[in-house]
């Protein structure tokens, strides 16, 4: 399974939108500051994730998020976030 998620940055309350195959060990490497675009905005919190069979799939999701129509799309389903 590939995974696509979101984290908030508790200092900021940006949103960081990637994508990998294993969202435990991801996700420890954010929280641990072990990723570069992520460390200076630590504290985060993952508050959206969902699954996808395909790599190109998560990854298309991913870029969708990314553009103007997947940000006013993804601030709907995070509103109370």
Do not use: W
Not at 8 to 16: A, E, I, R, V
Not at 35 to 59: C, G, H, M, N, Q
Not at 61 to 80: D, M
Request: charged share 35%.
């Amino acid at each position: 399974m590939y995974y696509l998620y979101i984290l908030k940055s508790k200092t900021d309350k940006k949103l960081y939108i990637g994508y990998s195959s294993n969202l435990k060990i991801r996700i420890t490497e954010h929280l641990n500051g072990k990723v570069r675009s992520t460390k200076s905005r630590r504290p985060l919190e993952l508050i959206f994730y969902e699954a996808f069979k395909s790599r190109d799939d998560a990854k298309r999701r991913e870029r969708y998020f990314k553009t103007s129509k997947g940000k006013v799309s993804l601030n709907q389903i995070l509103r109370k976030s």
